[in-house]
């Protein structure tokens, strides 16, 4: 990442997520320009940054907040025994 405010500010709150729960609420964009001394327009950079890369998830109206780390599900197959019944194993004679 280049050197420029937005890296700073996204290398700043990648710090303070890392000690973070999932759903904690990062400060305000106006605590954010205050504490990194940044345009309103910079530290919403910074923000899409992290968003984009999954770390931070925004809601309009309420806030940006840590995401919790998704882990993979086995997949579901039991629609299929719904639909085509069991399996019906056949033993050699």
């Known amino acids: 990442m280049s050197n420029d405010s937005s890296a700073r500010i996204v290398e700043g709150l990648r710090t ?13 964009t106006r605590a954010l320009v205050a504490q990194y001394a940044a345009s309103p327009v910079t530290v919403q950079r910074a923000l899409r940054t992290l968003a984009a890369q999954g ?18 599900r086995p997949h579901d197959y039991g629609w299929q025994t719904a639909a085509l019944g069991a399996p019906r194993h056949h033993s050699p004679a």
């Open 55 to 72: 770390v931070v998830e925004s809601r309009p109206g309420v806030g940006t907040f840590v995401r919790a780390v998704r882990v993979a």
């Open 16 to 28: 303070w997520i890392a000690s973070a729960p999932p759903g904690a609420r990062l400060p305000s």
